[in-house]
T-cell receptor, first 111, second 117 residues
């Protein structure tokens, strides 16, 4: 089945700096890559997603890039704010298997 | 529009007790999922249901059973709870255009924090 590795497991940045979280996946046929944000004690919620026919997608301060050849994708958050502090999960959705999450990255934005 | 609703929010069980976690969605989604979340291990799939009347095992199904009661409801049952089942459980749903996969956004319930002593 699909295997997703996510790095780093923890990330601490100063407010206003950028944050980058990287994920690699094993199934080259995976074609949907969502990112979820989970605030403390809350449910995971989708913040951005990308499909395999697109290399990059942006939504205000958040962007995701996908490199199909290398089988990795990244989440970029610019101008970080304290409310960006949360756990972020990447995931990969293969066409012939079960969707799989990475283990999560705890992002802390220091004021 | 409530989205995905799961009950209860908190539960403490003694080893060997049984319980059922309930989940309902009002988005007319085909697929529903049960995940468990443990510290440092992300979200692991327990069981899923690609459509009404079908269920299948995920990554960690041992010790659990599920029932897709109808298109809206998907329950998770622990027959004989063990301390290793202490976790936060999330139900989720998606349009799920194919077996086992989301294909689009998955919507999560608010979670059930289960402690087995």
């Amino acid at each position: 089945g699909e295997n997703v590795e996510q790095h780093p497991s923890t990330l601490s940045v100063q407010e206003g700096d950028s944050a980058v979280i990287k994920c690699t996946y094993s199934d080259s046929a995976s074609n949907y890559f969502p990112w979820y944000k989970q605030e403390l004690g809350k449910r995971p919620q989708l913040i951005i997603d990308i499909r395999s026919n697109v290399g990059e997608k942006k939504d205000q301060r958040i962007a995701v890039t996908l490199n199909k050849t290398a089988k990795h994708f990244s989440l970029h958050i610019t101008e970080t704010q304290p409310e960006d502090s949360a756990v972020y999960f990447c995931a990969a959705d293969p066409p012939a298997g079960k969707s799989t999450f990475g283990d999560g990255t705890t992002l802390t934005v220091k004021p | 529009n409530a989205g995905v609703t799961q009950t209860p929010k908190f539960q403490v069980l003694k080893t060997g007790q049984s319980m059922t976690l309930q989940c309902a969605q009002d988005m007319n989604h085909n697929s529903m999922y049960w995940y468990r979340q443990d510290p440092g291990m992300g979200l692991r799939l327990i069981y899923y249901s690609a459509s009404e009347g079908t269920t299948d095992k995920g990554e960690v199904p041992n010790g659990y059973n599920v029932s897709r009661l109808n298109k809206r409801e998907f329950s998770l049952r622990l027959e004989s709870a063990a301390p290793s089942q202490t976790s936060v459980y999330f139900c989720a749903s998606s349009e799920g255009l194919r077996q086992g996969g989301w294909n689009t956004e998955a919507f999560f319930g608010q979670g059930t924090r289960l402690t087995v002593v």
